[in-house]
């Protein structure tokens, strides 16, 4: 499936079960999930290097990495 496909689907899945999340927040959890799927790792740069778009690979490494550090995000209950 293409990513785009792929990021729609999880997008409307997740919006169907946590509806009161911030949207940035619902966003990066689908990057995240993608990420790991794509490449059949949990290391962030990994991750990283799975999503597209024109922002630096140390840019969405950080950025995945703030979404897990949020306190707001309890990622196990997601």
């Not at 997008?11 to 689908?30: D, K, S, W, Y």
Request: charged share 20%.
């Amino acid at each position: 499936m293409p990513i785009n496909e792929l990021y729609h689907t999880w997008m409307r899945r997740i919006c169907e079960l946590r509806p009161g999340q911030r949207i940035t927040q619902q966003r990066n959890f689908v990057w995240l999930i993608i990420g790991i799927t794509k490449s059949h790792s949990v290391y962030l740069s990994r991750i990283a290097g799975k999503i597209p778009g024109p922002a630096k690979l140390v840019s969405i490494t950080r950025r995945l990495s703030r979404f897990l550090d949020n306190s707001a995000v309890n990622v196990r209950e997601w």
